[in-house]
């Protein structure tokens, strides 16, 4: 029985990829180009493309299971066109490919960022609608459309379900991720100043086992949140400062004054070729709802994420290992 992933060297892709190694499963990653995080790892490497459904069918040839986890993640407003072809267009290619190949599951991986944020007074759990506004952010609209697809498949009968993780940080963060980098950079000390706000943290680990769950349990057509622990961004950076020894930043910057610069930084750090800091996009985000339900996996797959706190020190310290940050007192 292959397990095939899309998405295998991503942060999630790796800590899934991981976590059926340890289940003696046979993995079979789709690589587009890179590897990283998988060198010497017991898998099978195929060469594919989601938006290349030849290369699709051939990848997934005797699977039985598809964890999809290729996207694109975008925090700006002008990747409308690259969002639209990996996450609407692959996702596509992704449940036809199935379909040809008979592959008895699809688990799709979409994002807390598919769902509409508001109300923001009341927790978003299954039921809450996907995103349809066309100001919603380029990376939302995509990730709901191809949850829409995904859907309609199970609707026509292919054997899928669907999981919508919340704000993911976690070992094995090669990249590392947009939030992987400001951990990265509030153990330097190089952010001296806060933004307002927060956002439900998972770890890439749990959110591998929930996956997992879904697929071996989970009823066709199902879908499940798997969210972890709300701490705003002031709260993240005390916890990093206790696990490293160094002082958190006391300045928090309003969320007026972050909006009115997020253009010109985002500008500035595209001249420059750095990811910008922050955007309006992300900065919507950290102002969005607090209370995002993870009851259903509780009871439906036994679905528990661990302490925050767990999470934080372990991905510091992962960062530590592979050369991401210099611990404290070394030259």
């Known amino acids: 029985m292959i397990a095939a992933v ?3 060297s991503g942060h999630v892709g790796v800590n899934l990829v991981h976590a059926l190694i340890a289940r003696d499963r046979n993995v079979r990653i789709i690589a ?5 995080g998988l060198e010497g790892l017991k898998v099978e490497r195929h060469n594919g493309d989601v938006n290349d459904i030849d290369s699709l069918m051939r990848a997934f040839e005797g699977v039985s299971v598809v964890y999809h986890l290729a996207a694109y993640i975008s925090l700006l407003m002008s990747d409308r066109v690259r969002c639209s072809m990996v996450n609407i267009e692959g996702t596509r290619n992704v449940i036809e490919a199935c379909r040809r190949n008979n592959v008895k599951r699809l688990v799709h991986f979409s994002s807390i960022h598919s769902l509409c944020n ?3 007074d009341v927790p978003i759990d299954e039921d809450r609608p996907l995103v349809e506004s066309p100001k919603s952010a380029p990376y939302d609209l995509s990730k709901a459309s191809g949850e829409r697809l995904v859907r309609q498949a199970a609707r026509e009968g ?9 704000a993911v940080i976690g070992p094995y963060d090669y990249r590392p991720s947009h939030f992987g980098q400001a951990l990265i950079m509030m153990a330097q000390g190089r952010i001296p100043v ?10 890439a680990r749990d959110v591998a086992e929930g996956a997992i769950k879904a697929e071996q349990i989970a009823p066709a057509g199902a879908n499940y949140l798997l969210s972890g622990t709300w701490l705003s961004v002031k709260e993240i950076s005390a916890i990093v400062a206790q696990i490293t020894g160094g002082r958190p930043p006391v300045l928090v910057c309003p969320t007026a004054v972050a909006d009115a ?4 930084v985002t500008s500035v750090s595209r001249w420059i070729g750095v990811r910008p800091l922050f955007t309006s996009v992300s900065l919507k985000a950290l102002a969005g709802n607090r ?6 996996a509780t009871r439906e797959l036994a679905y528990e994420p661990r302490p925050i706190k767990e999470t934080l020190s372990d991905t510091i310290e992962w960062f530590i290992d592979n050369g991401f940050i210099q611990r404290r007192g070394h030259p």
């Open 291 to 296: 209370n995002i339900s993870h009851a259903k």
């Open 194 to 203: 806060l933004l307002e706000g927060g956002f439900d943290w998972v770890d």
């Open 6 to 8: 899309t998405g295998a």
């Open 158 to 166: 292919l054997d899928a379900v669907i999981i919508n993780p919340t």
């Open 261 to 264: 610069c997020a253009p010109v």
């Open 32 to 36: 587009h180009s890179s590897t990283l």
């Open 118 to 120: 508001e109300p923001l």
